[in-house]
């Protein structure tokens, strides 16, 4: 069992940054691939970005790319996402997740889920 956390998430203005983090607890946090994947009102969650347990692979959706940073701490038990230039469209729940396979996009493949930050940009 791997419980996540996820704090960081708030309300700022278009073009402002934040840093999401999502604290892990349980079994061997190094050994998991870990999503951030975010839901806006009205649409299905979607895939944001991922990395490998072994912190040399990253993947962006195409959408955040350049903007949006994904890292760990394995020492820290911790992952994070730093969001640069922020959007409006970029508001939303952001989730962290964990999952055994590397590289995965759908939300079916990861198995542990925090309960979700927000995050709302103002035009």
């Known amino acids: 069992q791997v419980r996540l956390v996820e704090s960081g998430g708030g309300l700022v203005q278009a073009g402002a940054s934040l840093r999401l983090s999502c604290a892990a607890s349980g079994r061997t946090f190094s050994a998991y691939a870990m999503g951030w994947f975010r839901r806006a009102p009205g649409k299905e969650r979607e895939f944001v970005a991922a990395?490998?347990?072994?912190?040399?692979?990253?993947y962006y959706e195409n959408s955040v790319k350049g903007r949006f940073t994904i890292s760990r701490d394995n020492a820290k038990n911790t992952v994070y996402l730093q969001m640069n230039s922020l959007k409006p469209e970029d508001t939303a729940v952001y989730y962290c997740?964990?999952?055994?396979?590397?590289?995965?996009?759908?939300?079916?493949?990861?198995?542990?889920w925090g309960q979700g930050t927000q995050v709302t940009v103002s035009s």
């Open positions: 997740a964990a999952g055994s396979t590397w590289l995965r996009l759908s939300a079916y493949d990861y198995r542990y």
């Open positions: 990395i490998s347990w072994t912190v040399d692979n990253t």
